[in-house]
């Protein structure tokens, strides 16, 4: 009997979730705006500020995981908990948590990953950097090409360590999301 996901260590999940990137995919965009009407649908409507379509799949023609990602940003006063509970029950899986923050999956199994896979994160109105990043990249097809070669180099070298994968991209994403924050000024400070 295979073991279920909570009861596998970080090491026997990331054989089954390995990095793999693969050319841009037009139905992306299609899996987002489904799991946007969910959302809407099991998160209540007065929590619930902004949904966002966030990581290198809401770039245009760069490789990406075939992982949508999700940033929910929700009303200052809600209990994350709470929402995270709510998904829970439509069997999301908690990856991480902090006093401010938490994360998601949508499409884990104990197999491997289902055809639509999703990342959630909740977190509170403006605390929102992903979007500054996305349109920068967006705007600016060469640093999105940067971005996908760096990618391209990380997936080989750490095919098998999500965390070491996206701590090695976090230089390159706060230099673009700096000059993203100069550029664009207060875009998303509140909700729009």
């Known amino acids: 009997m295979k073991k279920k996901l909570t009861e596998m260590s970080l090491e026997e999940l990331w054989q089954l979730f390995p990095i793999e990137l693969s050319s841009s995919k037009a139905e992306w965009q299609t899996y987002y705006q489904e799991i946007e009407s969910k959302l809407k649908d099991w998160i209540p409507e007065e929590n619930l500020l902004r949904i966002s379509h966030i990581g290198s799949t809401a770039i245009k023609e760069i490789k990406a995981k075939n992982i949508v990602d999700v940033l929910v940003e929700l009303a200052p006063n809600t ?29 884990y199994t104990p197999q491997g990953f289902a055809e639509k896979v999703y990342h959630i994160h909740l977190r509170y109105v403006g605390d929102n950097d992903e979007l500054y990043f996305r349109d920068y990249l967006n705007q600016f097809p060469d640093t999105a090409h940067e971005y996908e070669q760096l990618k391209e180099a990380l997936a080989v070298a750490y095919r098998n360590d999500r965390n070491r994968y996206t701590d090695e991209k976090g230089a ?12 664009y000024g207060v875009k998303y400070n509140n909700q729009t």
């Open 79 to 107: 209990n994350l908990q709470s929402v995270a509970s709510r998904l829970e029950q439509q069997d999301c899986l908690i990856m991480s948590t902090t006093e401010k923050r938490i994360s998601l999956n949508l499409g």
């Open 172 to 183: 390159f994403i706060k230099q673009v999301t700096t000059k993203a924050k100069k550029l």
